[in-house]
């Protein structure tokens, strides 16, 4: 696992390597959670999937990104907000060695 340095901020896009690919990461709070978005290159791969406490956000190979990405809350079981994304919630980069 790799984790993904992101900002304690209700919105925020940024790129990444991940896994060897070029991705665009987007994270965005709403009333209702808070939902990430992620694209490889110019390909969308998964936009606005809602992110829970260990759930994967992409979740199935055949959408092509090498991994999956998930939310880990190091103080207890909640879903991740803010504040405290970076600190409290981490996002994580699973590589498919984790995964299996």
């Given at each position: 696992m790799k984790t993904v340095p992101i900002l304690d901020t209700y919105a925020q896009t940024f790129k990444a390597t991940l896994g060897g690919q070029a991705c665009r990461i987007e994270i965005l709070q709403k009333s209702t959670g808070m939902f990430c978005s992620l694209w490889v290159?110019?390909?969308?791969?998964?936009?606005?999937?809602a992110c829970r406490n260990l759930g994967p956000i992409v979740?199935?190979?055949?959408?092509?990104?090498?991994?999956?990405?998930?939310?880990?809350?190091?103080?207890?079981?909640?879903?991740?907000?803010?504040?405290?994304?970076g600190s409290r919630y981490l996002l994580q980069y699973l590589e498919p060695a984790d995964l299996a």
């Open positions: 290159g110019d390909a969308p791969i998964v936009t606005g999937v979740r199935s190979t055949y959408l092509g990104f090498i991994g999956d990405l998930a939310f880990f809350d190091t103080q207890g079981v909640s879903d991740p907000s803010s504040p405290g994304l």
